[in-house]
């Protein structure tokens, strides 16, 4: 039986490798470990030697020749994935929504908090928000530097989707979406103005005063042929 020996290596600046102990990933029987707590800084360039080792091993045995291999490197700053995110959208007005963002949570902790990818990246995150009318195959897409986004100049009264990825543009080109959202589709509601609702008043005002009118005359036209009616009965 063979365990999982790990090791973090991490380059200089010189190119010159020393390997780091990593205390939670030593002697293991999975094929897996998270390293994330060793990565730090992050914006720094590692390796991981993965050397396998026999259950029982004599204390003069030499570890150099043992078999290991070499990692390719990783940049958990720049190369990290990152998850699709959660997000919401509200109505402003009759043209605009607004886009608000979770930002998803990372592995990592600082003082017992659990940081977030914004914590991480700052400056560096952005979003990409892709939104289509529906039943159009048109796409839109606005970047945000922010979590929250305004989106401006849309139909009156039609339907729109929208999706939702982090984007970092200061990234390798590979590695600079992340996960694309699920899509969220919501209904435009047609708001009338001011001067619309003038003129639905200013109809049925109008409406109100042609019927009264017409009721009005057809009122005094019985009146009159009951008046003529009674004149013409009576006698002579």
Known sequence: M?????????????????????PDCIRLSESECDLTHCLQPLDRT????IQTEPETMDNEDN?????????????????????????????VNETTVLVNITDPLTSIYEQGEQLTIRDILKKDLQYKISYYKTGSTGKKDIISNTSEAVVPDLDPGQSYCFMVAAYI????????????SGQSCIRRKTELSPE????????AITIIIIVVIVLYCKCCRGTNQNL?????????
């Open 63 to 91: 570890l150099e020749e043992l078999p290991h291999t070499i990692s390719p490197s990783f940049n958990p700053y720049r190369e990290s994935n990152i998850s699709a995110v959660t997000f919401t959208v509200k109505n």
């Open 228 to 236: 003529q009616m009674t004149q013409s009965s009576a006698p002579l």
């Open 196 to 203: 619309a609702w003038i003129a639905i008043v200013l109809t």
């Open 2 to 22: 063979k365990i999982m020996f790990f090791w973090i290596v991490l380059t200089t600046a010189s190119d010159e490798r020393y390997y780091e102990d990593t």
């Open 46 to 49: 590692y390796y991981a030697r």
């Open 169 to 180: 543009p200061s990234r390798p080109k590979a590695s600079r979406h992340g996960a694309l």
